[in-house]
Structure formats: structure tokens, C-alpha cells
């Protein structure tokens, strides 16, 4: 079971910035995708923002424009920055990956981190 590694949540000011980071650690032969979902109290966890492979990303039409989310391979590691934060994106965020070990496919969750965005 791979074990995701969350940092980078707190409290923030609305109109703020915020960089989460997650990474899976381990070898694997490769990493299909890798992406960030939030969920707030009393919602159900949606999609905020993924990556796959070959780099490109997919966005929530909430956060187009404002969010950033970015991978260094190497290291396994997804980014998610994000800028000009609402009070509505106050929310649980989880990273999510989905890994292929010669020919099993997984999919991984992180703990989550809190995220909090005061007006």
C-alpha cells in the first residue's frame, strides 16, 4: 500500500495563496495520473485538479485560473498552487494517484490536509 505524503494546508486570508504539496514515495513503474480533491462539510469530495503522465491537467471550472497544479517526476511529487483564494474553497483536500506496478493498476489516497480560507 502506497503511503501518500500531504503538507502544505493551514489557514489562509481570502485573496491569499497557498501551495499544497503531496508525493508518493517508492519505486514504480509509472505513475498514470496524480490530482488534488476537496471536500467540504456537508458536499461530497469533488474533483479540484489532475495531471496525468504526459503533463497534461485537468481543472474544476471553480477554480480555473486561480489553481495551478504542477508534478516533479522524480521526485513523485504533485503541487497544487493555489492563488486568489474564496472562502468557499475552505475545505478538506486530498491528493489522489493512481499507480501501475508491472501490471497492477492502484489507486491511492492521501489523509488529507485542511484548508481553510477566512474573509
Known amino acids: 500500500q502506497v503511503q501518500l505524503v500531504e503538507s502544505g494546508g493551514g489557514v489562509v486570508q481570502a485573496g491569499g495563496s497557498l501551495r499544497l504539496s503531496c508525493a508518493a514515495p517508492?519505486?514504480?513503474?509509472?505513475?498514470?495520473?496524480m490530482g488534488w480533491y476537496r471536500q467540504a462539510p456537508g458536499k461530497q469530495r469533488e474533483l479540484v485538479a489532475t495531471i496525468v503522465s504526459g503533463a497534461s491537467t485537468n481543472y474544476a471550472d471553480s477554480v480555473k485560473g486561480r489553481f495551478t497544479i504542477s508534478k516533479d517526476n522524480p521526485k513523485n511529487t504533485v503541487y497544487l498552487q493555489m492563488n486568489s483564494r474564496k472562502p468557499e474553497d475552505t475545505a478538506v483536500y486530498y491528493c489522489n494517484a493512481i499507480i501501475w506496478q508491472n501490471i497492477w493498476r492502484s489507486n491511492h489516497w492521501g489523509q488529507g490536509t485542511q484548508v481553510t480560507v477566512s474573509s
Open positions: 517508492g519505486r514504480f513503474s509509472s505513475i498514470e495520473a
